[in-house]
């Protein structure tokens, strides 16, 4: 199986220099591809508790962290030359031209120790308790953290299991690559990379020295990796060498069919599965072959997706970086592979690496979906559609529907994949009640199943009933009045909503209620009255029942008082009060209304005459914002005359309507000598 990835759009971010890049399209979309702030990798390793990414940058000597979308979250700079990454409780890397081994916190990418190692190291490992690295030129060392002070030892002193092994310098010329296993926790693998006298060996470190258990030749070994149990090595070399060897001798126990003259480094996941960088020729490997377990021939073979430029042109992507760096995902099925492509853009002359997310290769994702109206009348027809993505057209598909007359559900719609990917059947529901729709898509060997399920819901359509109390009532000034909605039967949905939209431009329409309704169909709210108020009740409606709005309209009266100033005693002419002046004082009245904007008072004095009250004045004042009006009463005052004021809200005349019109009590005086 082939499946080509395409890739996304993305930038490329170098110092101040920022490429945009365009990513092609292809025959399957790929997961992810991040251009990294890099330029070079040496390693990298996936930390599944942390769900992060930790890669090495021997060139700008540094490690970057990103997460599984490969967006960056930390970068330490000042690690010259950095290697290989090791991943155990702490993150280790291994830093040759500062002679040191950092280690690292992996969840918050922070250094926390540095170790000299007096050599350089280059690769790493951890076995029998020790963190184990290959060094310099024909160099092993360890370092055992267990004590209160870090012990290095430089090992040059490894004997062979059967016999005297003639010189250690014979393994390796070059510092050689370090693998091991938690399921062979003693057990240490070393290959010397790349040269034509590639020797692959097995020590037993849990001896002082180790112990050389098995040694052979591996013709320009590019890689090797365990597998998950520990019992085999699988080596990658030129000359198509895809190879599992045994971990007791290193005989060869399975040999794969490599796809490409120059297989690159292996990546095991925790079922077995193998994936090597593969490609067309002379070590560029544009492709990842897949081989799942207890097979020889790969099952899939991921290609990397193709890049554009900024003017439209190609960039081919390779796993060359420099050598093939691809690691899954711990208990899962992504694979994370550094692509890298050498740039000849002049504006960017440094080399472009991709970090590329492989989601689940094992098998080809589908996307599969089903959907029905939202609502539909029982006894009327209707359309379903669907579709597959892609349009793997033959291929088996299963729709059922259930509702309540047929709780075991029955087949409906077509029952393979047609051309298009698309389809649409028409359905008719008799009952009323939930109609659910499953779409399955069995998958095969290429592709992965897939489902969706979705619904709709048949009934009648019938309207209700929404009553609001209170219309046309009239309130004083203040009172706190509750309103009461009662909703009549319905489908499905019982909330009301009440809203109180208070007379001017100043208050705006606000909910005051909201929510189910009681088990009688009632929905209460309260309000403090002082204005005339439009109440609203709203029931938004649901799938069978259409909304419904109620109103009712409250009048609210003014509040009117008026209070007396300057006399000098009250007292009664008959059974009536009055207010007593003398007549060379001017009497103060102070009126106060509930306020409004633009509102005046009407203000009327009466006299008494020929047995009446006869009206002698009266006017319109206007009110501070507090609502209060002051009147003082100049002139000649003459004695033993009755009088009396009264101050009063008219609707309109007093410059608004919102209120209703109120008069307030009268005041009664009278002015002596």
Do not use: C
Not at 83 to 98: C, F, G, K, S
Not at 272 to 279: E, Q
Not at 373 to 399: D, M, R
Not at 412 to 422: I, M, R
């Amino acid at each position: 199986m082939h499946v080509t990835r395409a890739a996304v759009a993305v930038a490329v971010m170098t110092g101040t220099t920022a490429v945009a890049l365009q990513l092609s399209t292809g025959p399957a979309a790929a997961d992810s591809a991040t251009l990294l702030p890099s330029t070079s990798v040496g390693d990298l390793v996936v930390d599944g508790a942390h769900q992060r990414i930790f890669l090495s940058d021997p060139t700008g000597g540094r490690v970057i962290t990103t997460d599984y979308a490969g967006k960056v979250l930390a970068t330490t700079d000042g690690l010259p030359g950095v290697r290989d990454l090791l991943l155990t409780d702490r993150l280790y890397a291994a830093v040759p031209e500062a002679g040191t081994i950092v280690a690292f916190n992996p969840a918050t990418s922070a250094k926390a120790a540095t170790y000299d190692t007096g050599g350089t190291p280059k690769t790493l490992g951890a076995a029998a308790g020790k963190i184990w690295f290959g060094e310099g030129r024909q160099g092993l060392g360890s370092i055992d953290l267990s004590g209160p002070e870090p012990v290095v030892v430089h090992r040059s002193d490894i004997p062979n299991a059967d016999g005297p092994f003639p010189d250690i310098f014979d393994l390796w010329d070059y510092p050689p690559m370090i693998v091991t296993s938690p399921s062979n926790p003693d057990l240490v693998a070393t290959m010397e990379p790349g040269s034509s006298a590639s020797t692959a060996a097995l020590l037993d470190v849990s001896a002082d020295p180790p112990i050389l258990i098995a040694h052979r030749a591996v013709h320009n070994g590019a890689g090797l990796a365990f597998s998950p149990d520990g019992s085999r090595l699988i080596v990658t070399g030129p000359q198509n060498t895809v190879a599992a060897l045994s971990t007791t001798d290193l005989s060869t126990v399975e040999s794969y069919q490599a796809t490409d003259t120059f297989p690159g480094r292996p990546a095991v996941r925790d079922d077995g599965t193998v994936a090597v960088p593969a490609g067309s020729s002379h070590g560029y490997q544009n492709a990842i072959a897949v081989y799942t377990p207890g097979t020889a021939a790969p099952t899939k073979q991921l290609d990397l997706g193709q890049a554009l430029d900024a003017d439209g042109n190609p960039i081919s992507l390779s796993l060359t970086a420099p050598a093939p760096v691809a690691a899954w995902e711990p208990g899962g099925k992504r694979l994370f592979a550094v692509a890298i492509k050498s740039s000849s853009m002049a504006s960017h002359p440094d080399p472009i690496l991709s970090l590329q997310v492989l989601n689940d290769p094992i098998r080809k994702p589908v996307s599969v979906g089903i959907w029905p109206p939202a609502t539909v009348e029982v006894g009327q027809a209707y359309t379903v559609s669907g579709s597959v993505t892609p349009a793997v057209a033959g291929l088996p598909l299963v729709i059922t529907r259930t509702d309540p007359a047929t709780p075991g559900g029955r087949r409906v719609g077509p029952e393979t994949v047609p051309a298009s990917g698309s389809f649409e059947f028409q359905d008719v529901q008799t009952v009323a009640g939930r109609v659910t729709y499953v779409i399955s898509f069995p998958g095969d060997d290429v592709y992965a199943a897939a489902s969706d399920t979705n619904g709709v819901d048949a009934g009648t359509t019938r309207p209700t009933t929404l009553t609001l109390d209170r219309n046309g009532t009239v309130w004083a000034n203040g009172a706190t009045v509750t309103f009461t909605a009662k909703l009549g039967a319905t489908y499905r949905g019982r909330e009301v909503q009440i809203f109180a939209d208070p007379a001017g431009s100043d208050q705006p329409n606000r909910r005051i209620a909201a929510g189910n309704v009681d088990g009688t169909g009632s929905k209460t709210a309260s309000l403090k009255l002082t204005r005339n108020t439009t109440i609203t009740a709203v029931f938004a409606g649901d799938d069978f029942t259409p909304a419904k709005t109620v109103t009712s309209a409250v009048s609210v009266r003014a509040s009117v008082a008026t209070t007396v100033a300057k006399q000098y005693k009250i007292g009664k002419i008959g059974s009536t009060s009055y207010y007593y002046f003398r007549k060379t004082t001017n009497p103060v009245f102070t009126t106060v209304l509930n306020p409004y904007p633009g509102r005046k008072q009407y203000f009327q004095v009466d006299v008494y005459k020929g047995g009446k009250w006869v009206k002698a004045s009266g006017a319109y004042y206007g009110l501070t914002s507090a609502g209060k009006s002051v009147r003082t009463l100049t002139g000649t005052h003459t004695t033993g005359v009755r009088y009396r004021v009264r101050a009063a809200y008219l609707a309109r005349s007093s410059g608004d309507t919102a209120n209703v019109t109120a008069y307030g009590s009268y005041r009664y005086f009278t002015f002596t000598r």
